[in-house]
């Protein structure tokens, strides 16, 4: 043991006394508490496109904190926990602009599903355990003074029990759904197409089910990256055809129960339209700490960077300053990327991780190797399992959940967190404010290939280009953000207009996405960035 308190000190403060000495009122980042108690832990949790956002837990756990309207309590008299009747919430709409949230109804359990959003916006949510392990739901948003709920499908069902799957939308708009706990085989939604067998991930299960919840990213080239353990390998989901394996990543297993995550850095159309993808894994926990429940297990500090498309890709290692399990990576407007919750000891699991990591860090891609890490300012509340990070429309953060207990437990180590925290990176610090931009105009929808105007407004002069970005609102749980993706638009210099108010005022002209190859259709955020500093974003569909 005092091996391991040795090695959890030098790699976590590794930053904070090194060139020069930092206080944490240095350090990049703030913190403000949204919501005390939110009711519910929301294990699962996605932004929708009028800005709310779904919190999602699980039933069949015992009461939540959040009351039901009358009249709408869960019978189900298979529920361990409440056989004769649930009248708390297990899901909740919450909106950010007024701090305000309301109970939604959800019946069939939720637990370790998977989500995505459908091209019209509406929340598509499939399987999970017990009675919901075949299940489809979907939430179709509204306005926040109307009220919208969950809708539980009968039919169609999935083709198989799927429970710690993935799902990523395809250029079509159409669901594919990956894996899942004794599922080594893929789906679609709608199920127009055949379900296939999946042998790759039957090959990556070990001892210790290493398999689950695989980082599944769409290529600009529309085929898959699906990564599971510490293996990856090129997908064609229309034939159902691995096409390339790839090098296995150095080090240990990656994907859950072993705690990583991963993120598709920035779709960029300079140096290549839009055809040299890079994927970053970090982080992980020691082979064998699932296993044994080994909680004092140091999690791994590495990550991996990968071109997929290469002609021969291979993994460039870096060291992340702290060792991190149950990390979300969360795409930023910048092209940064935000490591955030997580602990650095143990594995994913009920009661399996301790030393929870507080500090974020900052992944600059952009940065040589040796330098693309940045520390910022910690939080105080531990966010380790079923925890979750999203980007909002603002460009802050919200953070989410965390009960690495069965039930509701508090006044316990890392009890059950219902707070809601959000984040702001140093790029909304108030000296930055007059570089940030205003959206005056943007369209609503546009095509593929479609050129558009967006215009803007600046405190000062622009100097260069400012950026038109498109950031997806994906579903994160279980440290993945399912469907996370961001797209550099190609644009024009920046035109100025009559200016007033003591205001600038530019358009930039826009081309869009080519194809749902590189960017599925539904609705996005649309960040102008503005020398490193994003706008509040607007909301534009892209349709077929």
């Not at 739901?137 to 709920?149: Q, Y």
């Not at 398999?211 to 990256?225: I, K, R, T």
């Not at 953070?399 to 984040?423: I, Q």
Request: charged share 15%; aromatic share 10%; net charge negative.
């Amino acid at each position: 043991m005092k091996q391991r308190n040795f090695r959890f000190f030098f790699f976590h403060f590794p930053i904070l006394f090194s060139l020069p000495l930092l206080s944490l009122a240095q350090l990049p980042g703030t913190w403000e508490l949204l919501l005390e108690n939110a009711g519910i832990a929301s294990m699962h949790t996605a932004v929708t496109h009028f800005g709310t956002v779904v919190l999602l837990d699980r039933t069949d756990i015992g009461p939540s904190e959040l009351h039901l309207p009358a009249g709408h309590c869960r019978y189900d008299p298979k529920d361990r926990a409440l056989p004769h009747g649930d009248c708390t919430a297990h899901s909740a709409l919450f909106d950010p602009s007024t701090l305000s949230f309301r109970p939604l109804s959800i019946l069939t359990d939720t637990w370790c599903s998977s989500g995505q959003f459908l091209p019209d916006g509406t929340l598509l949510q499939t399987g999970g355990d017990l009675d919901g392990l075949r299940r489809f739901r979907t939430f179709s948003p509204c306005a926040p003074n109307l009220p919208c709920d969950w809708r539980e499908l009968h039919a169609p069902l999935l083709a198989v029990g799927r429970w710690y799957a993935t799902n990523q939308i395809l250029p079509d708009g159409s669901i594919i759904i990956v894996g899942g706990r004794a599922a080594p085989s893929v789906e679609f939604y709608p199920p127009s197409r055949p379900y296939h067998l999946f042998p790759f991930l039957a090959a990556a299960e070990d001892s210790q089910m290493d398999n689950l919840y695989p980082f599944v990213h769409l290529l600009p080239d529309g085929h898959l990256f699906v990564f599971a353990n510490s293996r990856a390998v090129l997908y064609d989901s229309d034939t159902g055809a691995v096409i390339r394996e790839y090098p296995q990543i150095p080090g240990g297993p990656r994907s859950y129960p072993s705690a990583g995550s991963s993120a598709m850095l920035t779709l960029d159309i300079a140096g290549g339209g839009y055809l040299h993808p890079e994927i970053v894994v970090c982080g992980g926990a020691r082979f064998g700490a699932f296993l044994h429940r080994d909680t004092d297990a140091q999690a791994d500090t590495s990550c991996g960077r990968i071109s997929p498309s290469d002609a021969n890709p291979v993994w460039a290692m870096e060291d992340m300053p702290f060792p991190r399990i149950m990390g979300d990576m969360v795409m930023l407007p910048t092209g940064d990327v935000l490591i955030i919750n997580g602990a650095m000891a143990g594995s994913q699991g009920f009661e399996m991780a301790t030393q929870p990591c507080f500090y974020p860090l900052l992944y600059r891609p952009d940065q040589p190797s040796g330098l693309r890490f940045m520390t910022l300012t910690p939080t105080t509340i531990a966010r380790m399992y079923h925890s979750t990070a999203n980007l909002l429309p603002d460009g802050r953060v919200l953070l989410a959940g965390s009960n690495p207990h069965y039930f509701y437990r508090f006044n316990v180590e890392f009890s059950t967190e219902l707070r809601l925290e959000a984040f702001s990176p140093e790029y909304l610090s108030p000296d930055r404010s007059n570089l940030r931009p205003l959206i005056v105009v943007a369209p609503e929808k546009v095509g593929y290939g479609e050129t558009f105007n967006v215009e803007v407004s600046v405190e000062l002069p622009v100097v260069g280009i400012i950026d038109v970005n498109l950031a997806s609102a994906p579903f994160s749980t279980h440290s993945f953000s399912q469907g996370q993706r961001l797209v550099k638009l190609e644009v024009s210099a920046a035109v100025e207009q009559s200016g007033e108010d003591g205001r600038h005022f530019y358009r930039i002209s826009c081309t869009a996405p080519p194809d749902g190859r590189v960017a599925p259709p539904g609705y996005y955020m649309a960040f102008a960035v503005n020398q490193g500093v994003p706008s509040v974003a607007k909301w534009v569909q892209l349709v077929l």
